[in-house]
């Protein structure tokens, strides 16, 4: 029996059914077969240069190939994956690179001149690949041509030490409020609470082994073939790519490096995707827009799902989403970095959960901060908490990792953060995380559920709560809001529309409109900088 390692699954698979696709990137398609070739080549060449048992490896990438390419090759030289943020500055991806203590960087090109100013200040890194790009850049004399190193066709590696179900992935999550933390994911946690190749809506059971996963590889196997619309950077998308490889899947990803929901649609139909993922309404919104502007234009018979997980998408968008493609399911996960799956809500045409309502995880339980479960229907409430496989901590962080990786009824859970109360049926109700919770006259206010209810509002394109200094009652809500064009918000109308579904004390007490919310990729938002808009559009010391 195989350990839960990733390079010897996927590996496997290759071996098992090599002409398969692996990944198609606009006209590109790579079989399983030129997956491993171009991985394995890439892993030697690490090796060659040094790089010690689980060495650091950088992914300093935008959406393509190349970047599964590196995690394969990672994987299978047992050295460990490190996403980067392709947003950040130079001081931030100096960060990360130190205290990754990454030994090599996999980077765009359009990136050289970015990693030129810090790789002096980086004497643990050995390998420099350049993966070229409509940029145009000149290859560095300093770093080697990607395309060059991955189209030499060498030997299996064999790895210094034997691939591990300990061998680890890096997950580096934050940066809005603090430096970012680097969570330490070993390969068998990971496989665990991804599945371990298993599809419930494909029908397929988790494997009892990664030998089983592999058998399952025929000719004539299912081919989930899943379009990644969010980044592979971030948790959600990768870990969605992740899921379709372990099913011996198709990852689909898209050279436009800007969302585009028309060129989204192309693509579905014209790759056959079975399953979409995005992040919550940053991209559902416009998706829907595409969709009711262009009746009838593409054929999306092939898709059977469409996921997110991360943040809030409202039930109002999804319902709309049905009835263009009446024949998928809407998975929504609530998890996070350090924890995946805390609970799922799905949906179909007819039968639609409302929105932040999540069925629990297996492995999920609600906390008061004293440790004691929050009973259903109770009203209290609590930490969102998941035990099980769980990560090991935050990379070279003791401090952090006992703030989120506590101890609850004699054993460890991760606690992100998360604040929830647990209804009758022992469903959840997600709140909002606690960090940017709004103390108003003594009152905690989650800013998510007074923004989902703003987004239904027919004024607003997308909306942020903040909590802005109040002398009588230490704070207020203020509406950031992105209006839909041709409207102009108002704070009566939009305060108004808050208490027909919340308390009158969640209704914002000012608006401030903005031409862009400015969400990240992974379609979160920063608190910091838009609580600090508002506060200097409003003229409050």
Same mark, same amino acid.
């Given at each position: 029996?195989?350990?839960?390692?990733?390079?010897?699954?996927?590996?496997?698979?290759?071996?098992?059914?090599?002409?398969?696709?692996?990944?198609?990137?606009?006209?590109?398609?790579?079989?399983?077969?030129?997956?491993?070739?171009?991985?394995?080549?890439?892993?030697?060449?690490?090796?060659?240069?040094?790089?010690?048992?689980?060495?650091?490896?950088?992914?300093?990438?935008?959406?393509?190939?190349?970047?599964?390419?590196?995690?394969?090759?990672?994987?299978?030289?047992?050295?460990?994956?490190?996403?980067?943020?392709?947003?950040?500055?130079?001081?931030?991806?100096?960060?990360?690179?130190?205290?990754?203590?990454?030994?090599?960087?996999?980077?765009?090109?359009?990136?050289?001149?970015?990693?030129?100013?810090?790789?002096?200040?980086?004497?643990?890194?050995?390998?420099?690949?350049?993966?070229?790009?409509?940029?145009?850049?000149?290859?560095?004399?300093?770093?080697?041509?990607?395309?060059?190193?991955?189209?030499?066709?060498?030997?299996?590696?064999?790895?210094?030490?034997?691939?591990?179900?300990?061998?680890?992935?890096?997950?580096?999550?934050?940066?809005?409020?603090?430096?970012?933390?680097?969570?330490?994911?070993?390969?068998?946690?990971?496989?665990?609470?991804?599945?371990?190749?298993?599809?419930?809506?494909?029908?397929?059971?988790?494997?009892?082994?990664?030998?089983?996963?592999?058998?399952?590889?025929?000719?004539?196997?299912?081919?989930?073939?899943?379009?990644?619309?969010?980044?592979?950077?971030?948790?959600?998308?990768?870990?969605?790519?992740?899921?379709?490889?372990?099913?011996?899947?198709?990852?689909?990803?898209?050279?436009?490096?800007?969302?585009?929901?028309?060129?989204?649609?192309?693509?579905?139909?014209?790759?056959?995707?079975?399953?979409?993922?995005?992040?919550?309404?940053?991209?559902?919104?416009?998706?829907?827009?595409?969709?009711?502007?262009?009746?009838?234009?593409?054929?999306?018979?092939?898709?059977?799902?469409?996921?997110?997980?991360?943040?809030?998408?409202?039930?109002?968008?999804?319902?709309?989403?049905?009835?263009?493609?009446?024949?998928?399911?809407?998975?929504?996960?609530?998890?996070?970095?350090?924890?995946?799956?805390?609970?799922?809500?799905?949906?179909?045409?007819?039968?639609?959960?409302?929105?932040?309502?999540?069925?629990?995880?297996?492995?999920?339980?609600?906390?008061?901060?004293?440790?004691?479960?929050?009973?259903?229907?109770?009203?209290?409430?609590?930490?969102?908490?998941?035990?099980?496989?769980?990560?090991?901590?935050?990379?070279?962080?003791?401090?952090?990792?006992?703030?989120?990786?506590?101890?609850?009824?004699?054993?460890?859970?991760?606690?992100?953060?998360?604040?929830?109360?647990?209804?009758?049926?022992?469903?959840?109700?997600?709140?909002? *995380?606690?960090? =940017?919770? @709004?103390? +108003?006259? &003594?009152?905690?206010?989650?800013?998510?559920?007074?923004?989902?209810? %703003? #987004?239904?509002?027919?004024?607003?394109?997308?909306?942020?709560?903040?909590?802005?200094?109040?002398?009588?009652?230490?704070?207020?809500?203020?509406?950031?809001?992105?209006?839909e064009p041709g409207f102009e918000p108002t704070l009566d109308e939009l305060s108004a529309?808050?208490?027909?579904?919340?308390?009158?004390?969640?209704?914002? *007490?000012?608006? =401030?409109? @903005?031409? +862009?919310? &400015?969400?990240?990729?992974?379609?979160?938002?920063?608190?910091?900088? %838009? #609580?600090?808009?508002?506060?200097?559009?409003?003229?409050?010391?």
């Amino acid at each position: 029996m195989t350990v839960w390692n990733y390079g010897l699954m996927w590996k496997g698979i290759a071996a098992a059914d090599p002409q398969r696709p692996a990944q198609i990137f606009g006209d590109i398609v790579h079989s399983w077969g030129d997956f491993h070739r171009r991985s394995n080549a890439l892993a030697h060449d690490m090796q060659q240069a040094g790089l010690s048992h689980q060495a650091k490896v950088a992914h300093y990438l935008f959406n393509c190939p190349e970047y599964l390419e590196a995690t394969f090759g990672s994987f299978l030289g047992g050295y460990v994956p490190v996403n980067t943020n392709y947003r950040y500055g130079p001081e931030e991806i100096l960060y990360l690179f130190d205290n990754s203590d990454a030994e090599a960087v996999v980077f765009h090109a359009v990136f050289a001149d970015l990693c030129a100013q810090v790789r002096d200040r980086l004497p643990k890194v050995k390998r420099w690949y350049m993966v070229a790009d409509e940029s145009g850049a000149a290859l560095p004399e300093w770093a080697l041509n990607y395309d060059d190193v991955v189209s030499k066709d060498v030997a299996d590696i064999v790895p210094g030490k034997p691939l591990s179900e300990d061998d680890m992935l890096f997950l580096y999550t934050g940066g809005t409020t603090g430096m970012p933390k680097g969570v330490m994911w070993r390969q068998e946690d990971l496989l665990a609470v991804l599945g371990r190749g298993g599809n419930a809506i494909s029908g397929i059971a988790p494997a009892e082994s990664v030998d089983e996963i592999i058998a399952r590889i025929q000719p004539g196997w299912i081919s989930n073939r899943a379009l990644v619309a969010c980044p592979l950077m971030h948790g959600t998308g990768q870990f969605s790519a992740f899921i379709t490889l372990a099913l011996g899947g198709c990852v689909i990803t898209m050279p436009n490096r800007n969302f585009d929901p028309a060129k989204l649609w192309d693509t579905v139909e014209k790759d056959q995707a079975t399953s979409i993922v995005i992040v919550g309404q940053a991209f559902a919104g416009p998706m829907l827009e595409s969709l009711d502007e262009n009746v009838g234009r593409w054929n999306l018979s092939s898709v059977v799902q469409m996921g997110s997980s991360g943040v809030m998408w409202s039930q109002e968008n999804k319902n709309a989403l049905l009835e263009h493609i009446p024949q998928m399911f809407i998975t929504d996960s609530f998890g996070s970095s350090e924890a995946v799956g805390m609970g799922m809500s799905v949906a179909a045409k007819g039968a639609a959960p409302k929105t932040a309502q999540f069925a629990l995880g297996p492995n999920c339980v609600v906390f008061t901060e004293e440790g004691e479960r929050v009973q259903p229907g109770s009203g209290e409430r609590g930490l969102v908490a998941v035990g099980g496989a769980i990560p090991v901590g935050y990379y070279k962080d003791e401090v952090k990792s006992a703030q989120t990786f506590r101890m609850f009824e004699g054993r460890r859970w991760t606690v992100p953060g998360d604040w929830a109360e647990v209804n009758e049926d022992g469903t959840l109700h997600l709140l909002g *995380r606690g960090s =940017v919770c @709004i103390n +108003t006259g &003594g009152e905690k206010v989650f800013p998510e559920e007074v923004e989902e209810v %703003l #987004k239904t509002h027919e004024s607003v394109r997308d909306a942020v709560a903040v909590g802005i200094p109040d002398k009588r009652f230490m704070e207020t809500i203020c509406a950031v809001v992105e209006a839909e064009p041709g409207f102009e918000p108002t704070l009566d109308e939009l305060s108004a529309h808050v208490k027909t579904r919340l308390a009158a004390y969640k209704a914002p *007490r000012n608006v =401030v409109v @903005i031409s +862009t919310i &400015g969400r990240a990729p992974n379609g979160k938002v920063d608190y910091k900088r %838009l #609580k600090q808009h508002a506060i200097d559009e409003l003229g409050i010391q």
